[in-house]
């Protein structure tokens, strides 16, 4: 069975990343690392099913047994991929999907090389606002601490392997974008060690 692909979607918030990532979870081949945060849960969050939502004690003692894959602190909320559920999935022959900050994806990139880096973003910074202020979920301080941040996270662009823009009411093609990349990517040579056995059949 061939192993599944490690790819990582970052992208600020507003960028659409949980409503494009619907659209990939819909295909069989594809399954969703669900983070461990620190953070408590927004209106409508699911724990097990958004995040993991545990103390920061409990994170701090998982990164000490090496049980995360990768994490990062996030405006004072420390954020985090499992490492056995992760292993799981890509052993399964499953595409996994990770939807981390770009701190989290350095380092999957410099543990699993052959990881797939997508930025996904809005159309403009300006969008970004918009969109953050149109959800009415979040304090002004709050988006404002948001805004600060994606204008860090953007320069942080070119470490990625590709970028995808989400334009209003266009998640569907951003998602599709993301599934062409895979496509090509399963097709990579570099991904494929046993061209001449396979097909000679020794």
């Known amino acids: 069975m061939k192993k599944g ?17 619907a659209h990939l979870l819909k295909r069989e081949d ?20 958004n995040y993991h939502y545990i ?15 990768e994490y ?11 490492l056995k559920e992760a292993e799981d999935v890509l052993h399964s022959g499953k595409n996994l999907i990770l939807e981390i900050e770009v701190e989290g994806a ?5 543990k699993y090389p052959d990881a797939v880096l997508v930025m996904l973003l809005p ?19 709050k988006i404002l601490e948001r805004l600060a941040r994606a204008k ?6 070119n470490d990625y392997d590709y970028v995808v823009y989400n334009h209003d009411g266009k998640d569907a093609e951003a998602a599709e974008q993301i599934l062409s990349i895979i496509s090509a990517e399963h097709c990579a040579v570099s991904r494929n060690k046993r061209i001449a056995e396979d097909y000679l059949g020794i």
């Not at 692909?5 to 990532?21: R, W, Y």
């Not at 990062?72 to 499992?82: A, F, S």
Request: charged share 25%; with cysteine; hydrophobic share 25%.
């Open 5 to 21: 692909l490690l790819l990582v979607i970052s992208g600020p918030a507003g960028s659409g990343k949980g409503t494009v990532n």
């Open 30 to 49: 594809f399954e969703y690392s669900v983070s461990a945060t620190t953070r408590a849960p927004r209106p409508g969050e699911v724990d097990g099913v």
């Open 55 to 69: 103390t920061k004690e409990d994170f701090l003692c998982r990164i000490e047994r090496g049980e995360m894959l």
């Open 72 to 82: 990062t602190e996030y405006c004072g909320n420390y954020y985090g991929t499992p």
């Open 106 to 110: 350095r380092n999957v990139k410099a």
């Open 123 to 141: 159309p403009s910074y300006a969008v970004q606002e918009q969109r953050l202020r149109g959800r009415g979920t979040e304090s002004e301080q």
């Open 152 to 157: 860090e996270e953007i320069y942080c662009a």
